[in-house]
């Protein structure tokens, strides 16, 4: 490019800049521009960039910030609380006062110190208590089953017991407060001794009155499951449960009786087709079934291929396979009789479980009919056949058996019938554990539409000895939680739940100790959750359900029963109502709890308990008439002491914390004085001085100034004269913390006593009185002010505020 083409574009920029109206003309050289940059780069390397971006923020509000600066510049930071410089030793003056004033900074920092650790200590203790409170809440979310046990580490109407009770509306539905009645009647005999009566039963009957055919089908399953031998209270429940597999033979036999009814139902709907006759048996009923179910669906699937021919007119396979369905393996044994030669193997296997139904079938017999299904029945087309083989011989377990079972009843049977022990040399056989887990992980609520159909999944799980997951599963619903609830309540008192090693677990936990898939129910919890609804509208209800807990240890080893009885309390503070009231007499009027008191649950230990939480709360109040209640009067003695020391020197207000504390004391005075009571000589001296205060204040208060001198020369705590003073001083250091905290006001109250009357003295005619006894009576009242004065700088204690001062001032105004 040469020059001339350089100047040609230099012109027109410069002609475009001229005829734009946006930006002004910089009319600068090269130089110029350079240097004015330079410029604006020192002062912001000076100043710094965020100094700028506060000078154009300020500046745009009318703000001069290097003033402002400039302003603050010129204070001078406060010299009050700076470390003093040391002076010499010879400046006996300054060093005195550098001493003094030394000791007042040491004293404010240390006191500066405490107060802020004291603070954050609260502020730690209220964190902990918010967290717990919601840890609470994070634990019994945890509704779904956990798949390990969480240890968190440091981590609330018409009642049964009195229709007017409580005062509120009930909190309990038509279905709980039949369960509730039920409950209460049960730890009524309980608490009496009596035998006790199966609750399994009694809830069973409940729940008939609510005409509702699933929950009844769910007690008939419990009703079945519970029929066992006892389990000792000693042994574990769960794991005597997966060593002996109680729950097997009941789960089948439950089972078998259904579909024998179902056969019944079935039957009874169609006899003419049925053609049932003869004499009734289960032979007989199984063939009219099998003949109806031939005559009904044809050849379809199940019929298609049936083999060996026909006993009494009916298929064999058929008819063996529905005697055993039933349950009756006698009938299915003359059935085989019946056909004839052939089956000697299968025969002997029903005839030893026929004649020793609870022995081990013979090992050798089994293995033939395994090796007979291997060769033979494995192909065979009659599907009847194939599933006798496999339930008799234990064969193929794997093998569905779609075509006869076509219900879940039908499928578990089966699977329950191939069941062995876990100790069996053969990798063929089903384990109880393995039946479990099919149920509970590999198959699961989705497979089984359980949130569709719950009462069913919930059957499942029981029937295969998984009890504590169902009862989980079927709380998670609030039209069966409360039958849940129940069930688990029930075992819970036939030793049937497994429960965890610590309450603070989920509701549903895995043990690794205990055989997969099994889990824990914290039974605990779910009574907690479940009472949570109506503890507050129904106490004596909720009282009930804890008492199912007493058997229960928390983390510090106390009994549930009592700590839940106590947090209760502290919800609902109907303390009468649940621990009864002290009579005039000293004695306490009966409460709730005391219809559980046995040797193990003491009404005075849960007074105890819960005075103990209003203390850590600082609810003194509440906490003098639980220790009251518990009969522990030295506590009780010592927390009204400490109240009345904070509010003794108040004028008396109707329904103040003074006139109610005045009240306990008068109470407590009445009951204790002259009887026999447990507590300190000093508490109790305590005690009487400051009801003594109190009604000094209340004299004072009422202007009844010749009365309160009179409790004054009575107790003698301060000087009326100088010759007092040194009783007093002596009288002081004998003295509790509580009084010691009234002293100054008393001194204060006595002061404007005395320095009342001297103006009054000073105000009277003297013509009408005789003048040296007003002298006398002035002299008096000075000394008096002097003794007061005297008393409050010798006695070891620090006068709160302007106290000496006021003194002080009131002295020299008697002068």
Same mark, same amino acid.
């Given at each position: ?15 475009? !800049? ?99 650790? !004291? ?176 005559? !009904? ?410 009365? +309160? ?75 008096? +002010? ?16 302007? !106290? ?12």
């Amino acid at each position: 490019m040469d020059f001339n083409a350089l100047l040609q574009q230099a012109q027109k920029l410069t002609h475009e !800049t001229q005829v734009s109206d946006d930006l002004p003309r910089v009319e600068r050289t090269l130089p110029q521009v350079l240097q004015a940059t330079q410029e604006l780069h020192s002062r912001v390397t000076q100043t710094g960039a965020q100094d700028m971006q506060a000078h154009i923020l300020l500046g745009s509000n009318g703000i001069d910030l290097p003033k402002i600066s400039q302003k603050l510049e010129t204070l001078s930071s406060r010299k009050t609380f700076e470390p003093l410089d040391p002076i010499a030793t010879t400046d006996v003056q300054n060093f005195l006062r550098n001493e003094k004033e030394n000791a007042i900074l040491a004293v404010i920092e240390e006191v500066h110190k405490n107060s802020y650790m !004291t603070a954050e200590t609260q502020k730690w203790e209220h964190m902990m208590n918010d967290w717990k409170q919601e840890k609470v809440k994070l634990m019994n979310a945890l509704i779904g089953p956990s798949q390990n046990w969480i240890d968190i580490r440091k981590g609330p109407e018409q009642t049964i017991l009195n229709e007017t009770t409580f005062g509120g509306r009930s909190s309990l539905n038509s279905q709980e407060m039949a369960y509730a009645r039920e409950v209460h009647e049960y730890n009524k005999l309980v608490c009496e001794g009596a035998m006790r009566p199966s609750l399994i039963q009694r809830f069973a009957q409940v729940a008939e009155s609510f005409n509702d055919s699933r929950v009844n089908d769910v007690w008939e399953v419990m009703k079945y499951m519970t029929n066992v031998t006892p389990i000792p209270r000693s042994h574990d429940p769960m794991k005597v449960r997966c060593s002996q597999h109680l729950f097997i033979n009941q789960a089948k036999r439950y089972l078998e009786n259904r579909y024998k009814i179902f056969m019944q139902t079935v039957i009874s709907e169609h006899l003419r087709e049925a053609r049932r006759g003869g004499i009734p048996s289960v032979l007989n009923l199984v063939g009219s079934f099998v003949g109806l179910k031939l005559a !009904t669906h044809g050849l379809n699937s199940s019929f298609i291929g049936l083999q060996d021919g026909q006993v009494d007119g009916k298929p064999l396979w058929p008819m063996v396979y529905y005697c055993l369905r039933c349950g009756d393996i006698a009938s299915a044994l003359k059935c085989m009789q019946m056909a004839g030669q052939g089956h000697e193997d299968l025969i002997a296997v029903l005839e030893e479980k026929c004649h020793n139904p609870e022995q081990k079938t013979n090992p050798r017999l089994e293995l033939q009919i395994r090796m007979q299904y291997k060769r033979q029945i494995r192909n065979a087309t009659d599907p009847y056949k194939r599933a006798v083989y496999c339930i008799v011989g234990c064969c193929d377990i794997q093998e569905p058996h779609a075509d006869i079972a076509r219900t879940t009843d039908d499928f578990l049977w089966i699977q329950l019938s191939l069941i062995r022990t876990e100790g069996d040399d053969s990798a063929e056989h089903l384990t109880c554990s393995g039946l479990q887990s099919m149920i509970l992980e590999q198959y699961g609520e989705k497979h089984y539409n359980a949130n569709e159909q719950p009462h069913l999944y919930f059957q499942l799980l029981a029937l295969t000895g998984q009890y504590e997951a169902g009862i989980e599963f079927l709380s998670r619903f609030e039209k069966y939680r409360v039958h849940a609830v129940h069930i688990g309540l029930a075992l819970n008192e036939l030793h049937l739940i497994g429960g965890p090693r610590n309450l603070q677990e989920p509701l549903l936990s895995v043990d690794f100790e205990d055989p997969q898939p099994m889990r824990r129910l914290n039974i605990a919890r779910l009574i907690m959750l479940y009472v949570k609804k109506f503890e507050i509208t129904d106490p004596p209800e909720a009282l009930h359900y804890f008492y199912f807990l007493r058997n229960l240890k928390d983390s510090e080893g106390r009994n549930l029963f009592l700590v839940s009885v106590a947090d209760l309390a502290i919800e609902c503070r109907d303390f009468d109502l649940l621990f009864g009231r002290m009579q005039r007499e000293g004695m306490r009027s009966r409460g709730l709890i005391d219809q559980f008191e046995t040797a193990h649950i003491d009404t005075r230990t849960v007074c105890e308990m819960v005075a103990e939480k209003f203390v850590k709360k600082g609810m003194f109040e509440d906490a003098i008439k639980m220790f009251d209640l518990a009969a522990q009067q030295e506590q009780a003695l010592r927390y009204t002491s400490i109240l009345l020391s904070q509010v003794v020197h108040h004028a008396n207000k109707e329904g103040s914390l003074r006139e109610r504390v005045q009240r306990m004391a008068h109470e407590f005075t009445e009951r204790y004085t002259g009887a026999e009571k447990n507590c300190d000589s000093q508490t109790w001296a305590t005690f009487n001085l400051l009801k003594e205060l109190a009604t000094f204040f209340d004299y004072y208060h009422g202007k009844n100034h010749q009365s +309160a001198m009179e409790i004054l020369e009575r107790i003698k705590l301060v000087p009326l004269r100088m010759a007092d003073l040194d009783v007093a001083v002596n009288n002081f250091k004998r003295l509790s913390g509580e009084v010691c905290k009234v002293i100054p006001d008393l001194l204060l109250a006595t002061m404007d006593i005395a320095y009342t009357k001297f103006k009054t003295m000073k105000g009277k005619d003297v013509a009408k009185f005789d003048d040296l006894g007003k002298k006398n009576q002035l002299s008096y009242l000075r000394e008096q +002010a002097k003794a007061l004065t005297n008393m409050a700088a010798m006695v070891p204690y620090r006068m709160p505020g302007d !106290t000496n001062s006021r003194l002080i001032q009131t002295e020299i105004l008697m002068h």
